[in-house]
Nanobody, 124 residues
Framework: QVQLVESGGGLVQAGGSLRLSCAASGRTFSSSGMGWFRQAPGKEREFVAAISGRGGTTRYSDSVKGRFTICRDNAKNTVYLQMNSLKPEDTAVYYC?????????????????WGQGTQVTVSS
């Protein structure tokens, strides 16, 4: 079993920045591909970013590419999402997710463990 706890969400003005953190426990962290997803009200959960177990491979959705950066610190069992140039359309609950395998994937069904989510609100 893996426990994931997100933090770092909040309210920010358009153009601002936030950094989300996800602390993991319960499994060898470096063997887990990690992902960030988000869900806005009335919409399906969507992929944001993913990183492989050792951090060598990252993937991003087109909507955040160039603005968001995913990274991980395996010594701290933590994955981060640095979000810059935020837009009102980035407003959503952001979820951290972990896979049972190290490869970075973009589909929700590829992930076996999920955090409770953290709210990000971007005002215009």
């Amino acid at each position: 079993q893996v426990q994931l706890v997100e933090s770092g969400g909040g309210l920010v003005q358009a153009g601002g920045s936030l950094r989300l953190s996800c602390a993991a426990s319960g499994r060898t962290f470096s063997s887990s591909g990690m992902g960030w997803f988000r869900q806005a009200p009335g919409k399906e959960r969507e992929f944001v970013a993913a990183i492989s177990g050792r951090g060598g491979t990252t993937r991003y959705s087109d909507s955040v590419k160039g603005r968001f950066t995913i990274c991980r610190d395996n010594a701290k069992n933590t994955v981060y999402l640095q979000m810059n140039s935020l837009k009102p359309e980035d407003t959503a609950v952001y979820y951290c997710a972990a896979r049972q395998f190290p490869i970075a994937r973009m589909d929700t069904w590829e992930y076996h463990y999920w955090g409770q989510g953290t709210q990000v609100t971007v005002s215009s």
